[in-house]
């Protein structure tokens, strides 16, 4: 195991409403990437966060937002949640770039 | 932007035979990664290829860097069960102050005992 923890491990949603996923980092690294991933493909990149900066976005609309705290935790927060939304949500630490640590993943479903 | 492809995206094989899967970027990586992602699981870091040309192994997993750094393999001698799962292909993209990690669309490897 990793030591990557996030929760909640599933949760269902309606459209419109707003939802809050959490992830712990792994001890030693303080980079926390965010990624999207639907049935069926390759995880898609949200957004990084390094020393709780945004380090680096990939192509989500501004309704998806982060945190990371001091202790190098993070939260992913979706606004206005839409069907397409629903997928697993997994948290990487790392550094840099380099190997990702990949938590168990939370599964959203957005009904 | 960089697109990361493996094809073909699903690959059925006996136990015993052998798997090799090809990823190919549209540019030139800094590094590459490799995942393992078991059904209902999340993905597990391999390997991480960074130079020209690098060979490395692990047990019966061989993983190269093309000369190029745009491509990368994967080859499992004598598959076995415990080899199921879809195999990524990762590479950094650095694009002006954005930086991203792009994942290839993954292999699906089915084993039959």
């Known amino acids: 195991e990793t030591g990557v923890t996030q929760s909640p491990t599933h949760l269902i949603k309606t459209r419109g409403q707003q939802v809050t996923l959490r992830c712990s980092s792994q001890s030693g690294h303080n ?3 965010w ?3 639907a049935l069926g493909q390759g995880p898609q990149f949200i957004f990084q966060y390094y020393r709780e900066e945004e380090n680096g976005r990939g192509n989500f609309p501004p309704r998806f937002s982060g945190l990371q705290f001091p202790n190098y935790s993070s939260e992913l927060n979706v606004n206005a949640l839409e069907l397409d939304d629903s997928a697993l949500y997994l948290c990487a630490s790392s550094i840099a770039f380099n190997e990702q640590f990949f938590g168990p993943g939370t599964r959203l479903t957005v009904l | 932007g960089q697109q990361v492809m493996q094809i073909p995206q699903y690959q059925h094989v006996q136990e015993g035979e052998d798997f ?3 990823c ?3 540019t030139t990586l800094s590094n590459t990664q490799w995942y393992k992602q078991r059904p209902g699981g999340h993905p597990v870091f ?3 290829l960074v130079k020209s040309g690098e060979v490395k192994k692990q047990k019966r997993l061989t993983f190269q860097f093309g000369e190029a750094k745009k491509n990368s393999s994967l080859h ?3 598959t076995q069960t415990t080899d199921v799962g879809t195999y990524f292909c990762a590479g950094p993209e650095w694009s002006g102050a954005t930086n991203k990690l792009i994942f290839g669309t993954g292999t699906l490897l089915a084993v039959q005992p």
Request: aromatic share 12%.
């Open chain 1, 31 to 33: 980079t926390v990437s």
């Open chain 1, 35 to 37: 990624y999207q991933q």
């Open chain 2, 20 to 22: 090799t899967r090809y």
């Open chain 2, 76 to 78: 499992i001698t004598a």
């Open chain 2, 24 to 26: 190919n970027s549209s």
């Open chain 2, 46 to 48: 391999l390997i991480q």
